[in-house]
């Protein structure tokens, strides 16, 4: 049971720091995914911790390339896995796309821990990179480079929440259309992937299912620069805004 009382001002931020916590402690979270969380509180914090316009446009184009895509793939952290494994699952059957744990900081029991919780949440099917599975992609060190033949490396379209620069970067240069949640509008991951949901993984992946699953799904104009330079103006209104209420 949470001891947040639900009349906190800061009530949803603080439950969804509960999920990470949770996460940490149950062996799926690694302690830097608690410091990056940290990095994205401040960002929804200064976005008003809501789905902006900007950030619904994003969904849209995200649910077209998704349903449109020949082999998509959603890679799952520990950070991902701790805040909405029901989600994932849920995005992957309406999408019919695979699931691959994919972490920055590789570690095997924290891969098992991930795939069980994933499992449990529903999932009939986890990648997981082993010796036979495992392949490599160009442009990193070592141990980050390592993707799964039957998952990432096949896919046309990948979904990396919460992911760092550098492997977007390479998986841009591997020639994958990325479609990143990242609250950081000035991340390289955001600034790198095709299409950017600046907002928190945990309110717009609803939307994004929805989305995908309603009929009326269509191309639209979608253009990511432009999109994160109003994410960021976003940010400068409300920051003046709470500057004139100070
Ligand atoms: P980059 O490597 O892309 O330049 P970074 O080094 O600042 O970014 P990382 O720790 O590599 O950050 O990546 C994690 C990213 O995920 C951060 O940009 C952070 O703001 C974002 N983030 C953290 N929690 C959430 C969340 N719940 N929803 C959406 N984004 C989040
Ligand atoms: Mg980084």
Redesign the pocket.
């Known amino acids: 049971m949470s001891l947040i009382p639900k009349s906190h001002p800061r009530a949803k931020s603080l439950y969804?720091r509960e999920r990470l916590v949770k996460g940490f402690d149950s062996g799926l979270v690694a302690k830097?995914g608690l410091?990056?969380?940290g990095?994205?509180?401040?960002?929804?914090y200064l976005l008003g911790e809501k789905t902006s316009k900007h950030a619904q446009k994003a969904i849209q184009a995200a649910a077209f390339a998704l349903v449109n895509a020949t082999y998509p793939v959603i890679s799952v952290n520990g950070?991902v896995a701790a805040?909405c494994p029901r989600e994932i699952v849920k995005l992957a059957k309406v999408t019919g796309a695979k699931i691959e744990v994919n972490l920055?900081y590789a570690n095997e029991k924290r891969k098992k821990n991930i795939v069980k919780a994933l499992r449990k949440a529903g999932a009939k099917e986890v990648l997981e990179i082993n010796s036979k599975s495992s392949r490599r992609i160009s442009g990193l060190d070592s141990a980050r480079r390592v993707v799964d033949k039957n998952g990432i490396y096949k896919a046309d379209v990948v979904v990396v929440?919460?992911?760092?620069?550098?492997?977007?970067i390479a998986l841009k240069k591997a020639g994958k259309k990325i479609i990143t949640?990242?609250?950081?509008p000035l991340?390289?991951?955001?600034?790198?992937a095709d299409i950017t949901i600046v907002?928190?993984?945990?309110r717009?992946i609803n939307r994004l299912i929805l989305e995908c699953k309603s009929k009326k799904i269509r191309k639209t104009q979608f253009n990511n620069k432009k999109n994160l330079a109003a994410c960021v103006l976003e940010i400068k209104k409300n920051l003046s805004r709470r500057m004139s209420h100070a």
Not at 39 to 44: A, H, L, M, N
Not at 199 to 202: E, L, R
């Open positions: 969804i830097e410091m990056a969380h990095r994205g509180e401040t960002f929804d950070n805040l920055f929440p919460l992911e760092d620069g550098d492997r977007t949640f990242d609250l950081n991340s390289r991951t955001a600034k790198t907002d928190n993984v945990v717009a």
